[in-house]
């Protein structure tokens, strides 16, 4: 599943593609896809709307219309967004269809169909994005707030990180290399961290999630921007999809093990 990255990076590109575009009609072939929403009147909440600005909250595109609206798309494991030319062929995994004003057309494409499309007024009023926790490249996570939040909880601190209503954005590949990086066991409780271990985690996922959108994001299988181009962080991991590998910082084997049924990556050695 797409994470923050590779969502910011698909925001960036569609809101430099389509900001002051109309969308003059939208297509739905798959209503299954909608949340909240009749196809019939989805297509009309959506015809004759202008794209203001596209943005990301957590895992979440966020496209602000005018004079009013708000679609928010969760990509999940398939879904994409592909701009196509007026004149090319349709393909059968697109699920639905924006006709835009400069003649192009926005695809929503999801072979699997796992993703989801939601219409609101506002987004106060877009159920997914008020369960939604701090941003880990905002200036309110900090260390401080980190320290605060862990200490109340029991929970393994891979899964603390990955808790949507907690940290928003943060997903299996990229905390797997953060615990890794900070040198702290994925398994260990949120609350038993010390001051060292926060502030090395804090730093950590810093840099991680910059260099990461510094590469577009990573691609494992079937994240692809919106020119259908792929990430290149895939290529800097050091323990992710690695079980077996050596440790690039002892060459102890990567060991995977399962956490809330999520594959865990981490060295043994380093991360006792």
Known sequence: MPELPEVETIARELNQALSGQTIRKVQVRRPGLLEGDSPQGFE???AGKQVDRVARRGKYLVFTLVPQGVLVAHLRMTGKFVLQ??????PPSARVVFLLSGGERLLYQDTRCLGRLFLARTEEEAPPLARLGMEPLSGGFTPGWLAQGAAKSRTPIKVWLMDQSRVAGLGNIYVSEICFSARVAPTRPANSLNRGEIQRIHRVTGEILTQALACNGTTISDYRKVDDKTGTFQNFLRVYGKKGAPCPRCAAPIQRIVQHQRSTF???????
């Open 44 to 46: 009309a909440g959506l």
């Open 85 to 90: 030319g007026g004149a090319e062929s349709i």
């Open 266 to 272: 981490l060295c043994p050695v380093c991360q006792k």
